[in-house]
């Protein structure tokens, strides 16, 4: 059988058609009058969302063998079976799906985030970091020598550039000399490839540069481009000859899994080896992004519209985790970082929770909470799954796949939880994206258990709040500041404190504290 030869170009049908059927242009009476040939700004922005899926489906079916589709969606019911002793459940996918491999680092450059892809020797981590360059519009010889290769020896010289000899002898201000900088720091496609392999003075020089996009040598300055950083590491432990600093960790934004090569596929690669078939070299100028391009899909991603109703399941998911009430006798400081602030030890503390179910309580899961930066984060790949879509706003199924990836390296599970006793539960203990994404589902079961998609005190205290405390008089306030009081009585009751409920509780004390100090000021007026 002679093997199709490797397509070269891309295909004129539209990659989403159900979603191109869907969009109805409108007539405007200056299409009558306009030059057709040229177009306005905006219509030169639009498509950039196709253009983002054309270069996703020639990855992966052409340049990356990646046949997986783990980000699942269903327009309908799909078809179920199930395999094996442990009835391995595996879903037809009713809806176009993808793979995490290709999807999750392609998004990082959409919004210049931060990428780790963890995996063993030979999965196509690098090769992977490489096409996102070249999708930016980089040459293919300038971003193999960009990229930093973690080494033992690596130094804050190797890793960011040097001071001109010359000037070192000369000069006698530090400001006179000049520096010779490594031209990845201008970049704005910079790959890091094992960085759990580079010294921890060198690790601290790189965080300065991945975080506040500026590099420092001897006083001088060089500020970096906003860019997508892609990290690569043989293993997601944080492992290899150096232990990776907790700084640097924290800021990475998403976190995939290079995952393992499909036997079946074999043939493809003889192909590859017979045709003398190189990807990187043959990319496609249609999915080629220019740097205009790349700003206005950021500014395009932005505007993707999070509905108020999945804003506060998320909402209700991330205040789970933080809540830790043997750490203190205060609600403030009722938190895990007080717990780990200790020293003492978590399991020990865990053993002193007051009766609660540990099956039911979602905190009783992990040993930290969320970050300020992961919720943004999780927020702006959320929008950005579904602006890649074709979608206006996002879903609740674009929430439910993404949290896994962002969430993965900084939801700590507690492993000796009682959840995670049980055979079914078992899995969870290795498998942290399946985790994360199951307790998410468990968190909007109990959202829905509460009814408060219906019915929610305090989103109603906060839109009265919110209409300002201007010209209201004492009687109105003090109105108010009761209601609050009744809130707060009426949550008392409930016998077991849980995390949701701390959040709720600190926020009626922060509106009830804001209209306390207005009828002061009231008062004294």
Known sequence: MKSVPF????????????????????????????????????????????KLRQAYFWITNTAIISPFYDIEYHEQPP???????????????????????????????????????????????????ILMGLLA?????????????????????????????????????PSQIRISWRKW??????????????????????????????????DQIYECPEAAWYLTANDDAGGGTYQVIEALKDRIDVVVRALHFNTRFLEDLQHRIETRFQPEKNIPGEIVFTEEELD??????????????????????????EFFEPASTKLEYMTKDTAKLSGLDFQELMSQESGKDQIRDLGSQAKNGLSVRKLMTMLLFTKALAYFRGHGEVEDEDVRQIIPFVLHDSLSPYLESPYFDSEENGPYRVDRITWIRKTYDL???????????????????????????????????????????????????????????????????????????????????
């Open 296 to 321: 206005t899909l950021y500014q395009e991603i932005l505007a993707i519209q999070v509905p108020a109703l999945i804003r506060k399941k998320i909402e209700f998911f991330a205040r789970q985790f």
């Open 7 to 50: 397509p070269r170009h891309i295909p004129a049908a539209p990659t989403n058609p159900a979603d191109k059927s869907s969009k109805k242009a409108s007539f405007r009476i200056r299409d009558l009058f306009d030059d057709q040939s040229e177009g306005s700004e905006d219509e030169k922005a639009s498509g950039l969302d196709e």
């Open 79 to 129: 078809q179920s079976f199930f395999f094996g002793d442990s009835k391995v459940q595996v879903d037809l996918p009713t809806g176009q799906s993808y793979s995490s491999f290709v999807l999750i680092p392609l998004l990082t450059l959409a919004v210049r985030k931060r990428c780790l892809i963890v995996g063993g020797p030979g999965r196509g981590k690098t090769a992977t970091s």
């Open 443 to 525: 968190s909007c079961q109990e959202f829905e258990r509460l009814k408060l998609q219906k019915h929610d005190p305090v989103e109603e205290t906060e839109k009265l709040f919110r209409m300002g405390l201007e010209d209201l008089s004492i009687k109105e306030v003090e109105k108010r500041m009761f209601q609050i009081e009744q809130i707060l009585k009426e949550m008392s009751k409930t016998q077991k404190l849980y995390g949701h409920m701390a959040d709720d509780i600190l926020k009626l004390k922060y509106f009830h504290q804001r209209y306390t100090n207005y009828r002061r000021w009231l008062q004294w007026k």
């Open 185 to 218: 720091l201008g970049m704005r496609v910079k790959i890091i490839d094992e960085y759990n392999r580079i010294p921890t003075r060198t690790q601290s020089a790189l965080l300065t540069v991945l975080a506040d996009n500026y590099a420092e040598i001897m």
């Open 137 to 173: 519009g980089y040459d293919l010889k300038d971003m193999k020598r960009a990229i930093q290769h973690g080494q033992p020896q690596m130094t804050v010289a190797d890793l960011l550039g040097h001071p001109f000899p010359g000037d070192l002898m000369k000069s006698e201000d």
